[in-house]
């Protein structure tokens, strides 16, 4: 906006100031109504959700579920659409921090005197563009269930070495579901594909020792599991096991 | 060339003067007591100035056509008070230990009266503000009233949106729940991969380099006493801003300026 166009928008905009009605009762009046829907929605969700509390904290536990308050979701799916690993860091913080960047500098870059959404086509589009990316990106967070269960049919190289190690194998891969890996990766069918990288044949890319440094020392996000391997060693052995089998 | 200054007109012509010896002001006991809300406004007025600021906020003009979509902000900031309220009253029986949390939370949910429907409030107001604060967000944006002269209220507000995520965030934790729990070491573990700062923001939050008995006191002092201020004085300023610069009109009113300011139009005779 040059600086006619500054004076011109001051002048429109005080005539209508100057036709329009007080702030008081007019606008409160207003303003109240809408405080008494909001006061009424919350009594409502309170009294019909109710504040139920989870099993309590308990960090050497393997039965969780990451799962973040719903309107983070958008930012959570982010880290699995964006897949590669070398790319995570852009997921988690790049590409929020330049949406917020973006986000607080608009009145400065969009400097254009029109204010009619159907004549700022750039603007308008971009800003339902984002509505609905976040919108799908919330529905595939409220969508993607964190799977508790992996069926994985046990692998030839496994049974040929015996019951018992078919019986590990299983104790692994019920330690692995219950741990909440499928939330984050994929097992064959099971699971979401994202942000981790699937481990349906992770124990040909990598040793078992080197899984077990994984877990113990894992990269952000994911949670790193030494808790359990002091509190329960043979469950830890187990989950590395089972993930040394999958190839 | 000099104007002629005219006399100033009287406050209030219609009222004739009071007759030479009568007092002014109310008489006995009845009429002091009738005036006392009037003169203890006088006092403080007198002391503070405060009432024309308050007139300058609450009798300042809106737009002709504004509509409902103008309401979310203060919406908002209802929500935000209920949060507060509520979280006043949490906050007496809550104790942030790593030990005591998860009990006090089901003492509150239990045995406090009226315990789970404030809890509950709580928890869904929170929900309620974000969903305010971003419909609010996206009416500024697809009106443009974040345009000339309104900048500065536009940065203002995306600090309070981000406040507020920071708020949800933090209260997430509280309740030490096994999905709070989780979900906050994840969530500390997503800021540490972020470049520069990212390190250095994990271990403030978590207190040390590990997930510690420290780390709930730490979200607690954030998520009640130095965000909660920070959106407070924030919102100050906000609003003082929308009292200062006016409440935006609908982008397609346009404005038509009084029958007598309208310029005429001279035709010269050639």
């Known amino acids: ?247 | 060339m000099a104007k002629i200054k005219l006399p100033a007109t009287p406050s209030n012509p219609l009222s004739s003067p009071k007759r030479p010896g009568k007092k002014y002001g109310p008489s006995g006991v009845m009429g002091h007591a009738g005036e006392a809300g009037v003169t203890a406004v006088d006092w403080i007025d007198e002391r503070t100035s405060l009432s024309g600021g308050l007139r300058w906020a609450m009798f300042r003009k809106v737009p002709k056509g504004t509509n409902w979509f103008y309401t979310l902000g203060s919406a908002t900031m209802f929500a935000f008070l209920s949060q507060a309220v509520t979280g006043v009253f949490l906050a007496m029986y809550y104790d942030p230990s790593a030990t005591r949390a998860y009990e006090s939370i089901q003492y509150i949910n239990n045995d406090v009266f009226l315990g789970e429907f404030v809890h509950g409030m709580h928890r869904w107001g929170s929900s309620v503000m974000v969903i305010l604060i971003f419909l609010h967000m996206g009416r500024t944006f697809f009106f443009g009233a974040y345009k000339y002269p309104r900048e500065l209220n536009w940065v203002i507000g995306v600090a309070l949106l981000v406040m507020t995520m920071t708020m949800s965030f933090s209260g997430y934790l509280l309740p030490f729940d096994q999905r709070s729990y989780w979900a906050t070491i994840v969530g500390v573990n997503i800021n540490g991969t972020g470049p520069l700062v990212g390190p250095y923001l994990s271990e403030f939050l978590r207190a040390g380099p590990y997930f510690g008995a420290t780390t709930l006191s730490r979200f607690y002092a954030i998520h009640m006493l130095m965000v909660p201020g920070a959106i407070a004085a924030l919102m100050g300023f906000h609003l003082y801003l929308v009292a200062k610069l006016g409440t935006t009109a609908p982008p397609w009113i346009k404005a038509k300026p009084p029958e007598e300011l309208r310029e005429e139009k001279v035709t010269v005779d050639p």
């Open chain 1, 1 to 247: 906006m040059n600086k006619e166009q500054k004076e011109q928008y001051l002048r429109d905009y005080g005539t209508l100031k100057s036709q329009g009605k007080p702030f008081f009762p007019y606008a409160v009046a207003k303003d109240s109504a809408m405080a008494i829907v909001v006061m009424a929605v919350i009594i409502a969700m309170s009294i019909v959700l109710g504040a139920e509390l989870g099993p309590k904290a308990d960090p050497t536990s393997t039965t969780y579920t990451p799962r973040p308050e719903w309107y983070f979701f958008f930012l959570f799916e982010l880290l699995r659409v964006i897949k590669p690993p070398a790319l995570v860091p852009l997921a988690t913080i790049g590409v929020p921090t330049i949406c917020l960047i973006l986000l607080f500098l608009l009145p400065f870059y969009d400097r254009g005197p029109e204010r009619r959404p159907e004549r700022r086509p750039i603007a308008t589009t971009a800003g339902i563009f984002v509505v609905c990316a976040i919108g799908y990106l919330t529905y595939l967070g409220a969508a993607a269930g964190p799977p508790t269960q992996i069926d994985i049919p046990v692998p030839a190289n496994v049974s040929s070495q015996g019951p018992e190690a078919v019986a590990n194998f299983e104790a692994g891969s019920q330690v692995v579901a219950q741990s909440g890996c499928a939330a984050c990766h994929k097992f064959g069918e099971n699971g979401n594909s994202g942000p981790g990288p699937s481990l349906t044949k992770i124990g040909a890319r990598l040793p078992a020792q080197a899984i077990q440094r994984t877990l113990l020392n894992p990269s952000a996000p994911m949670p790193s599991f030494s808790a359990l391997s002091e509190e329960s060693p043979t469950q830890f052995a187990q989950m590395v096991g089972f993930l040394a089998a999958l190839k």
